[in-house]
């Protein structure tokens, strides 16, 4: 057995395993999503006079968002929440374009709602989205956070079905929602996301709630408890991926999270291939920071169901990543000549099996949704597992090395901001960072 | 439920109705005309396993002559008998009435002048003919004796004769004045003909060709009777060394070869095939002893692969030729031919494989992967004609000391056994009446995925370059390494648990494919009646 059959091996059982994994959580995923269309759809379709609303303070940080927070704040203006019972806290974080001018106007349109907007400057705020956060929580009066980023425009009902699903259960710390991408029709790339994000964040999330009550909070578009903030002393200013670095804590607390897919924003995703490998590079050492914190928690019997989903990250990040790698380097080896697998029974039925599963396994998520099972969607889904998934290596390879320079140059932790596309005008694009 | 949904659903249930009615019915469509052949092969309706089996070896037979065969139970032949200018009759039992009287309008048409309109029947077994002769009113033109043993006695050309018991179903002998008549068979009191013809009836009494020597008497019988009466002659016989594998210890071989070459024997080593580790010593030791075996005149053949392969599709099988085939090119070791199990001939798949060669040895092991298709596929028209076939030599004594007359054969020999039943083999090889050949005195030629041969009148030329057998001592390198680590010391096959996946995959997709249509139907309540459309849908998300 040679190194190059050892390696294949190893990515063999590594792919196949997670992708044995991955349909597992689809099938509980797509269970859980009939469930929820079927018997929670009438019971939520309007505010249920009956429920004591609780008071929801909803916090979107901006920062250089002008180009976006116009329609994030309208949105969020136009819940059919009661709106006696939220408050709106924007921290225009140390923006310097106009953010605050517009976000000043849409006061003046609305001076009957209770709309706060804070400015920080460069010495209070301009720190990262946990910074602001609890720049915000400071003044907040609601019993219940809501937040949300400032590129998103959450459904009408949004907030009301992710506060109404807080209140059912004591034990649940938090309920997250659905979110889509706005701009999926914009280019090739958030075409791609938009797959991506309906595969691999909502249909996974729905998965793992099923079988295990598992959840990750996704930065947006979710309620959480007050209390839970204020016991945990905020967020942790430390982490890229505050969310998940909270998701942790709060499972650790004994509370569960809720995932609950008829509570839809939409979002703008990164529309150039620069911006999205930025965003996902932050996104990526956040998750590797949170993991190498929390990693020691999948040997404590105490931590309570989070040591499975620490597991989840763990194999996504080490086992997928080192096993991408060795099956493309042995790929490009064979086809330069430079190696070949004398594994008995290696077949390239292997991986067609496995690009078959894959595809399937993708589609359902899509037929779940509307406008979304298509044979041009079909088509990328496999474009995307020749190009998203390589770039996907890329990015926690990167990820991997910045956190090493980060940790010997002792570099201090910084936002780095997702740029900002006009989606206004059809057919061109401003870019805003 | 309104006018529009009526409409809809009456349409539907029409359009269902059409279909219903006007969708053809499978298993009514005529059954496609048999292939075209030279040679037309009747088997029984109903036919036993070994029946088929005779069948397939009269193919076979026919195979080896450079003669098309095709072959079909008597009900599928039906209307078709003119169409063959040879027709045999193989142990046929059960068979439609209606067969009997086409065969009787045949016998009477008019020769003309080519010889066509009225084919040659050949009748292997006994009842079918007593039948056919029955409901023609020719009943008083045969002698019955019932189930016997017989004594076959029959002489090859230039040899004595041999002798052999055999079962005799129903037998019968011809009366009257015969054309051609060859061997005697006595059953009790009664000693008759084992061939003869009579008109455009030939008939072979005894059908038990698992008996060698039947065999070989009825091989040679069905040559002449499917060339028209023309005169066989022996043809070549070959002494090959079977199955000898690389890396086992070379002493022996070399051994066998030295005493060989030293006698003068034309032999051919039939060598297992190897797929990597081409260079290591131990291939290049044991390709040293072949290399000089060719320098002394012996011939090499590739055995085809057996056991080790898995993936038995056509590629994968040529793919594994080719390796083999440049692991021995590369240590200068040039087979000549590709030797193959005796069920390679019936499936279409190594059919394909073995094109590539022009020499094929077929040896009597039998290869349980692979499955017959060549009813299906055409008869032996699947092999095509580009062939020059070696039969494996029927074994007439405890020597096998055998021969199957008609065709070019092979003896095969296992330097495994003793070496006193070794060298009796070959003396008796030797001393045979077919004198033994050398492959090297025949044309061969072949191609791979990677190289190319072509041999005749003394020139081999591998890969466009003409190549010396002269034999050249290895240089061993003394510290040569082997690459190996601790990893090398293990090894795994995936071939159990890549059926366990396919098994779980197929399992999956199903599932998936169910929660597709599940899907669908959800969405399509949710949102098929909802008024907005897509545009309206996105812009309202924006």
């Given at each position: ?28 995923g ?13 019971k ?9 609303y ?23 203006l ?53 910074n ?20 998103n425009t ?21 309920v ?17 996301v ?25 930065g ?6 007050r ?9 942790d ?10 998701s ?13 897919p ?20 932050r ?8 993991l ?31 096993s ?20 008995g ?8 099996m ?80 | ?20 009615t ?17 040679v ?15 069948a ?22 039906r209307g ?17 009435r ?11 048409a ?51 004769s ?27 009191q ?7 013809r ?21 091989s ?86 057996l ?20 692991a ?15 069920n ?14 022009r020499t ?6 039998r ?30 004594d ?30 008796a ?10 492959l090297?005195d ?5 191609y791979?995925?990677?190289?190319t ?60 494919l ?29």
């Amino acid at each position: 057995m040679t190194l190059a059959d050892c390696l294949s091996l190893y990515a063999i059982i590594a792919i196949w395993g997670l992708m044995f994994l991955n349909i597992f959580l689809s099938v509980g995923g797509f269970t859980y999503m009939l469930k929820v269309n079927k018997k929670e759809r009438e019971k939520r379709a309007r505010p249920d006079p009956a429920i004591d609303y609780p008071m929801v303070t909803v916090m979107v940080p901006a920062h250089n968002e002008c180009i976006v927070i116009q329609k994030t704040v309208l949105a969020l203006l136009n819940f059919d929440y009661p709106p006696d019972r939220y408050e709106i806290i924007v921290i225009n974080d140390n923006s310097t374009d106009n953010t605050a001018q517009v976000l000043m106007e849409i006061q003046k349109k609305n001076p009957t709602r209770r709309l706060a907007v804070i400015n920080t400057d460069n010495i209070m705020g301009g720190k990262g989205k946990s910074n602001a956060l609890n720049i915000a929580l400071s003044i907040s009066t609601g019993s219940v956070i809501a937040i949300y980023d400032a590129d998103n425009t959450p459904a009408p009902d949004a907030l009301r079905i992710l506060v109404e699903n807080l209140m059912e259960d004591e034990k649940l710390g938090a309920v997250i929602g659905k979110f889509r991408t706005r701009n999926r029709n914009a280019s090739l790339l958030t075409r791609f996301v938009n797959i991506e994000t309906l595969a691999y964040q909502c249909m996974n999330q729905a998965g793992r709630y099923f079988f295990f009550k598992l959840c990750t909070i996704p930065g947006t578009n979710y309620v959480i408890r007050r209390s839970i903030i204020d016991e945990i002393g905020g967020w942790d200013t430390k982490a890229l991926s505050e969310d998940t670095e909270i998701s942790f804590r709060l499972y650790r607390m004994g509370y569960y999270i809720k995932f609950m897919p008829l509570a839809v924003t939409w979002e703008q995703e990164p529309q150039k291939l620069k911006q999205w490998f930025k965003q996902r590079t932050r996104w990526a050492k956040g998750n590797l920071y949170v993991l190498l914190k929390n990693f020691k928690y999948v040997f404590d019997p105490e931590a309570g169901p989070m040591r499975m989903d620490v597991l989840y990250y763990g194999l996504v990040y080490i086992l997928m990543l080192t096993s991408l790698i060795c099956s493309d380097t042995i790929f490009v080896l064979g086809v330069l000549g430079l190696c070949s697998v004398t594994l008995g029974g290696f077949s390239t039925l292997l991986w067609v099996m496995a690009i078959l599963l894959f595809e399937l396994n993708v589609l359902i998520t899509l037929a779940v949704e509307k406008n979304e099972f298509s044979t041009e969607n079909a088509f990328l889904i496999l474009l995307m597992l020749f190009t998203y998934s390589k770039m996907w290596v890329a990015v926690v390879v990167n990820a991997i090395i910045k956190s090493i320079q980060d940790a010997v140059y002792h570099k201090e932790t910084v936002w780095d901001k997702t740029e900002r596309f006009d989606e206004t005008q059809s057919g061109t694009i401003r870019s805003k960072t | 439920m309104n006018f529009s949904t009526m409409c809809k659903r009456a349409a539907a249930l029409l359009l269902a109705l059409f279909l219903f009615t006007a969708w053809p019915v499978p298993g009514r469509a005529a059954e496609a005309p048999l292939p075209d052949a030279q040679v037309l092969i009747v088997y029984s309706d109903e036919a036993s396993e070994g029946m088929v089996e005779d069948a397939y070896r009269v193919a076979e037979l026919l195979t080896y002559e450079g003669i098309s065969a095709v072959f079909a139970p008597a009900s599928r032949c039906r209307g078709e008998l003119s169409r063959y200018g040879h027709i045999v009759f193989c142990r046929v039992e059960t068979y439609p009435r209606s067969i009997l009287q086409e065969m009787s309008d045949l016998e009477k048409a008019p020769q003309t002048a080519g010889g066509a309109g009225r084919p040659a029947f050949l009748f292997l077994g006994n009842p079918f003919l007593k039948d056919y002769l029955d409901s023609t009113g020719r009943g008083e033109r045969y002698t019955a004796f019932g189930e016997a043993t017989g004594v076959l006695a029959y002489e090859f050309p230039g040899l004595e004769s041999s002798r052999a018991l055999t079962r005799l179903d129903e037998l019968i002998f011809l009366k009257g004045e015969r054309d051609y008549e060859a061997g005697t068979l006595a059953a009790g009191q009664e000693t008759g003909y084992f061939c003869c013809r009579q008109g455009t009836i030939t008939h072979i009494c005894a059908d038990g060709l698992d008996e060698p020597l039947v065999l070989s008497a009825f091989s040679g019988e069905l040559a002449r009777w499917a060339s028209d009466g023309a005169e066989r002659s022996f043809r070549a016989r070959y002494l090959v060394l079977d199955k000898i594998y690389p890396f086992q210890d070379p002493e022996q071989l070399y051994e066998t070869v030295k005493a060989l070459a030293e006698r003068g024997t034309p032999y051919t080593i039939s060598v297992m095939p190897v797929y990597t580790h081409g260079d290591y010593p131990a291939m290049q030791r044991f390709c040293e002893v072949l290399r000089y075996a060719q320098s002394r005149g012996a011939a090499i053949v590739l055995h085809a692969p057996l056991d080790q392969m898995t993936d038995l599709s056509v590629d994968a099988l040529n793919q594994a030729v080719s390796q083999a085939v440049s692991a021995y090119v590369q240590q200068g070791v040039y087979p000549l031919g590709l030797q193959v199990p005796e069920n390679w001939l019936m499936n279409s798949d190594t059919a394909e494989v073995m094109s590539r060669f022009r020499t094929i040895l077929v040896s009597t092991d039998r290869d349980e992967r692979i499955a017959a298709d060549w009813e299906e596929k055409g008869g032996n028209r699947i092999l095509g004609g580009e062939h020059d076939w070696i039969a494996p030599a029927a074994a007439l004594d405890e020597l096998d000391d055998g021969y199957a007359i008609a065709a070019s054969t092979a003896t095969y020999l296992d330097i495994r056994q003793s070496q006193f039943g070794f060298s009796r083999r070959v003396e008796a090889c030797e001393q045979s009446a077919i004198p033994l050949q050398s492959l090297w005195d025949s044309a061969h030629s072949f191609y791979t995925n990677s190289d190319t041969m072509t041999y005749g009148r003394g020139e081999l030329t591998v890969n466009g370059r003409r190549v010396s057998t002269v034999f050249v001592p290895t240089e061993y390198d003394e510290a040569f390494s082997y690459g190996r680590n601790q990893l090398q010391r293990f090894s795994w096959d995936l071939t159990e648990g890549s059926r366990k996946l396919i098994t779980a995959v197929s399992a999956v997709s199903v599932v998936f494919l169910v929660f597709l249509f599940l899907a669908r139907q959800s969405n399509r309540r949710r949102f098929l009646y909802e008024k907005e459309d897509k545009e309206e849908y996105w812009a309202n998300k924006r």
